[in-house]
């Protein structure tokens, strides 16, 4: 299994590498600086990143068939991208990544330049519409969360209408709980999660109030009802550690 790549030794990155530019409330945002720290900073700020990328890296072995097109919404740095097409060389896989910061694109674009994939950069905002066409495959993650629902379900139905009529979609986000006490375990839990990687309090701290507005969680109900309301079929959660949770379907019903 290829392993996902770190560009630079997690020991020199504790958190306040980023999250000292974001210091007032609901000041998030993804921002070329943030490309350049970006593939550290998710895998110490999202539970189990690691093993989410390694799960879908697993998952194309079903999903992502020769000459396969897979679409990235939200593709960042291109990790999981260089993952699939790193196990499979043999593939002739073609991406289309998304990302409306430029600069993450670039770091993608040195990702894949090795392999065997053929790849399109998209520097654009996902809610603004789609480019590609009969996706095999259809990736979203901790992507749709930073998007108000109504965006959220015209980007999801925008990508089923781009899909193989027995395509996939796999979906990360970040839940809002129901019930209040389980939404203060989970939170309690995440930030307990972040300190034993070793980022400091102060930096926990920061980066929850620059989130403020910025992060849209839905429940649980509420993600499966955009995902069956947008044309998708047969969702399973097929990861799930507290808040975080990956959602995967398919464009129609196995017949």
Known sequence: ?????????????????????????????????????????????????????????????????????????????????????????????????????ESMLEIAHEKLRDTSATSHYHASRIEHGLCHYDAKLTLALFTLQFLEPGDRLKVLRDARERSQPHGALIVAEKLRLVDPRWQEIAICSSHDYKAEKGIGARAIYVKERSLRGVL????????????????????????????????????????
């Open 216 to 255: 849209n969680p839905l429940t649980d109900r509420q993600q499966r009802e955009m995902l069956h309301e947008s044309g998708w079929t047969s969702i399973e959660t097929l990861f799930r550690w507290q808040q975080w949770v990956m959602y995967a379907a398919f464009a129609s019903n196995c017949t």
């Open 1 to 101: 299994m290829a392993n996902v790549p770190v560009p630079r030794d997690l020991d020199s990155f504790r958190g306040d590498d980023l999250t000292d530019r974001f210091t007032t409330p609901g000041s998030w945002e993804f921002t070329a600086e943030v490309a350049d720290d970006f593939d550290n900073h998710v895998r110490l700020s999202v539970p189990f990143y690691d093993d989410v990328q390694q799960l879908i890296e697993r998952l194309s072995d079903w999903l992502a068939p020769e000459k396969a097109t897979i679409a990235d919404l939200g593709a960042s740095t291109g990790t999981t991208a260089r993952l699939i097409s790193q196990r499979h060389p043999e593939r002739a896989l073609n991406f289309h990544l998304y990302d409306s910061q």
